[in-house]
């Protein structure tokens, strides 16, 4: 099966390769830009570009919003991180919780539609981790942003920023990541129950 990625990151399409790769399932990433909606939900944004994809394409698709939730900050920057890049940086995000608790998190969405479903299929993982007092390591291709840098990974007794984490070191992590974490592998598991159903023969482009 060929299933096609609505997104300009390659990072994102290696994550979900990596869990499909033992079901025979190819990625073809579609690098369109998507239009967003101005929300801070990620699963509504991940349900709109996921749609917006497949009535360009008429095939199955996915397609992904995330999010980074500081606790000391109300949650801020939420899914508006690429903003937050652009604007204050790394830097300024980390001046913002000088002297404050600094756990955080991710969440994301991993929105799937075809012609079988009436709307999107949605699943949701979260992982939860603290801020390093500095960016270290470097944004490998596997990385999805600039925040891998600053993002200590709370599972395992890590105190390496995922920056600073070998790629070996990075699939040990993601191997050891519960499924509830992780809405690539709740859909790789999904998959594999409904091959039938995603495997089924579609209509002409």
């Known amino acids: ?18 869990e499909l790769e033992k079901y025979h399932v190819t990625i073809e990433q579609f690098a369109d830009e998507i239009p ?23 095939r199955p698709v996915v397609a992904l919003d995330a999010g980074f939730y500081i606790y000391a900050l109300n949650g801020f920057p939420k899914a508006y991180v690429n903003f937050a890049l652009e604007t204050i940086g790394l830097e300024g995000i980390l001046k913002l ?37 500095e960016p270290r390591g470097t944004v490998q ?7 891998s840098l600053i993002f200590i990974p709370e599972n395992g007794g890590r105190t ?3 920056g600073e984490t070998t790629y070996e070191e990075h699939l ?13 592998m709740q859909f790789a598991t999904w998959y594999k129950n409904n091959t039938t159903i995603t495997c089924a023969t579609l209509p002409p482009k």
Request: aromatic share 8%; with cysteine; hydrophobic share 35%.
């Open 36 to 58: 967003e909606p101005r929300s801070s939900d990620v699963q509504e944004i991940a349900a709109v570009k996921v749609a917006w994809a497949y009535r360009k394409l008429n």
């Open 97 to 133: 919780v000088a002297g404050k608790d600094r756990k955080c998190e991710f969440r994301e969405c991993l929105a799937y539609l075809d012609n079988h479903l009436s709307e999107p299929l949605c699943f949701l993982g979260h992982v939860k981790g603290t801020l390093a007092e």
């Open 160 to 162: 390496k920023t995922l």
């Open 141 to 147: 291709p596997h990385h999805w942003s600039r925040l």
């Open 172 to 184: 040990e992590w993601r191997k050891n990541l519960r499924e509830e974490t992780s809405s690539a």
């Open 1 to 18: 099966m060929t299933l096609y990625y609505a997104t300009t990151n390659q990072g994102k399409v290696k994550t979900l390769q990596r």
